[in-house]
């Protein structure tokens, strides 16, 4: 089992749609959770950190749900500008700071 | 601030031949990190410095692959021999290393293509 999954997609979208991309992770002692997004051939950026509490950003909603192993983003009133690769990211301690990425879900957003 | 630094930006090498990317953190950086993403999946660490030691290399090929980061600031990675499953982008990232300081810059990536 991976340690971090993601659906890859690709999910195509019309503009204004609401997509939700769910991630699951194996190591229970995982810490800190992320969204990175990746645009065609450029390098990843973080979107957001995700918190127990769930956080929003805008258009964007984190949630965790530790129970079960998975966090979850919801893009909202999607634009064509959301168009690119989200990247589930887990990290966790074990003697070091360790990061691990998802393979990423694609996420297409048509006019 | 300037980012992370990457050069070259593109690469193409024949299989058996060496090759070597350099990565400038961003200044004050403390943690260095190389990744490895083969098209279609994600970033896998190969080595992870913190200063000029190093913190995680469970992921790098030792027998082809080796980095260092002598004075702490930037770093090379080299590949020798070269064969044709390296074919991926390397990109390297850079973090404070501050016990809350969880994101990673990333700079552009270095694209090897091995024929």
């Known amino acids: 089992r991976k340690e971090v999954e993601q659906d890859p997609g690709p999910f195509n979208v019309p503009e204004g749609a609401t997509v939700a991309f769910n991630c699951t992770y194996s190591?229970?002692?995982?810490?800190?959770f992320f969204w990175y997004r990746q645009d065609c051939r450029k390098e990843p950026k973080l979107l957001m950190s995700?918190?127990?509490s769930g956080n929003e950003d805008g258009r964007f909603t984190a949630q965790l749900n530790r129970a079960s192993q998975y966090i979850s983003l919801l893009i909202r009133d999607s634009k064509l500008s959301d168009s690119a690769t989200y990247l589930c990211v887990v990290s966790f301690n074990t003697g070091g700071f360790k990061t691990i990425f998802g393979a990423g879900t694609r996420l297409f957003v048509k006019a | 601030e300037a980012g992370v630094a990457q050069s070259p930006r593109y690469k193409i090498i024949e299989k058996r031949q060496s090759v070597a990317f350099w990565c400038n953190p961003i200044s004050g950086h403390a943690t260095l990190y190389w990744y490895q993403q083969i098209l279609g999946q994600g970033p896998k660490l190969l080595i992870q410095f913190q200063n000029n030691g190093v913190v995680d290399d469970s992921q790098l090929p030792k027998d082809r692959f080796s980095a260092e980061r002598l004075k702490g600031v930037d770093s090379t990675l080299k590949i020798q021999p070269a064969k044709l499953e390296d074919s991926a982008v390397y990109l390297c990232a850079s973090n404070p290393g501050h016990l809350n300081s969880y994101e990673q810059y990333f700079g552009p990536g270095t694209r090897l293509t091995v024929t």
């Open positions: 190591n229970s002692a995982s810490q800190s």
């Open positions: 995700v918190y127990s």
